[in-house]
């Protein structure tokens, strides 16, 4: 099943279950009104459908427009910490990114005025559905609700201001997201899966997700050590080799350029660019 948010042609905001052409509308009558508040509530497989509409008549949101968290993992392909000269580590780079830095599929990634360093990361995303602290690595996929597309874009020289990624991830409309949340059942096993980032039509990664160096399993035991995963939560799990900024002569991202991420069975995410007024 497919699940995604949305704004109506009224203007209100929506989320329902698609078939990528024809969406149904859930939650009809009822104090669930996003998808975050069904998986928190357990309750996306019991909510009564509303209104039926045609995909291309609602503009996309994110499909979890409000996580309560977003955990990014950096330098988690073997192709991609080569490719930056960073050493073999014992524990996974996390950061975080904030809700407000995300776009849906269909709308803008926007170049910041005080970088030309724009850079895309096609990733996998996972959404958390059942909540927990200290989860083990053999129930980690047990949790997770769905997957999705994700174009972590980076402004590289802020990122590298200082040790930290924090000011490099969090400009606004540079985390595209998207179209919809693709339940495991019809993903399956998501390491057999590759991630293909395409910038104006042309190949810039192409990896299996089997090539991540922590895979989701134990990417979601090792936040959850640290941090309660609740329902709606985002984790990005890294960007393959291939990145712009690694490119001789670096390939960054300007106003006018068309960026997709596909993971086949996920989703295919499209964003154009924009530069910031």
Partial sequence: ???????????????GRTDGNEVVELGRGGAVTDLRS???????????????????ELVLLPPIPNPGKILCVGLNYESHRMETGRAEAAH?????????????????????????EFDYEGELAVV??????AICKDAA??????YACFNDASVRDWQRHNIQFTPGKNFPGTGGFGPWMTTPDEVGDPAA???????????????????????VAEI??????????????????????????????PLWLKAGDSVS?????????????????
């Avoid at 099943?1 to 989320?15: C, L, N, Q, V, W």
């Avoid at 019991?46 to 291309?56: I, R, T, Y």
């Avoid at 939560?233 to 900024?245: L, Q, R």
């Fill in 1 to 15: 099943m497919k699940y995604i948010s949305f704004r109506k042609p009224d203007g209100r905001t929506g989320f």
């Fill in 38 to 56: 069904a998986l928190e509530r357990g309750a996306l497989h019991e909510l009564l459908a509303g209104d039926s509409f045609k995909l291309s």
């Fill in 92 to 116: 996974p780079a996390i950061f975080t990114r904030f809700a407000d830095t995300l776009v849906a599929h269909g709308e803008a990634l926007v170049r910041p005025k005080v970088s030309s």
């Fill in 128 to 133: 958390i559905g059942k909540g927990g602290r």
């Fill in 141 to 146: 996929l047990s949790h997770v609700a769905g």
């Fill in 193 to 215: 899966r590759s991630v293909v980032t395409r910038l104006n039509g042309q190949i810039v990664q192409n990896q299996s997700v089997s090539e991540m160096i922590w895979p």
């Fill in 220 to 249: 979601i035991a090792y936040l959850s050590a640290f941090t309660p995963l609740a329902p709606g939560d985002v984790i990005a799990t890294g960007t393959p080799g291939g990145v712009g900024s690694k490119r001789v002569p």
């Fill in 261 to 277: 991420v596909a993971i086949e069975g996920v989703g295919l995410l499209v964003n154009h660019v924009i530069a910031e007024e």
